[in-house]
């Protein structure tokens, strides 16, 4: 599966964007999404994950009740709506996918398939 992540760009503080990230073949529908994100000397870290069916969904501490992960199975695609940006959401975002259920979810090895990113910059 080849993921396209796009969307990122430079937004104010208190801003808000969309990523999207669009998959290339239908068995995405049947997989766990997730996005991450790696800041300029930091490790790639964990930011929202969605099951399958778009019923169950998994935020950082850091992010939740700022951002939104959606899924359109129809459309092989994964969202990443962030409001109120903070200068700290700075980096690359990355959308992932995982043949796995389990409940590590927050794990970067359990991911099985990446988009290329798309990078996230927010001014103060």
């Known amino acids: 599966v080849q993921l396209q992540a796009s969307g990122g760009g430079e937004v104010q503080a208190g801003g808000s964007l969309r990523l999207s990230c669009v998959a290339s073949e239908r068995t995405f529908a049947t997989l766990r999404a997730g996005w991450f994100r790696q800041a300029p000397g930091k490790e790639r870290e964990f930011v929202a994950a969605?099951?399958?069916?778009?019923?169950?969904?998994h935020y950082a501490d850091s992010v939740k009740g700022r951002f939104t992960i959606s899924r359109d199975n129809a459309m092989n695609t994964v969202y990443l709506q962030m409001n109120s940006l903070k200068p700290e959401d700075t980096a690359v975002y990355y959308c992932?996918?995982?043949?796995?259920?389990?409940?590590?979810?927050?794990?970067?090895?359990?991911?099985?398939?990446w988009g290329q990113g798309t990078l996230v910059t927010v001014s103060s």
């Open positions: 992932s996918a995982s043949e796995s259920s389990s409940n590590y979810y927050t794990r970067v090895a359990m991911y099985d398939y």
């Open positions: 969605i099951s399958w069916s778009g019923v169950v969904t």
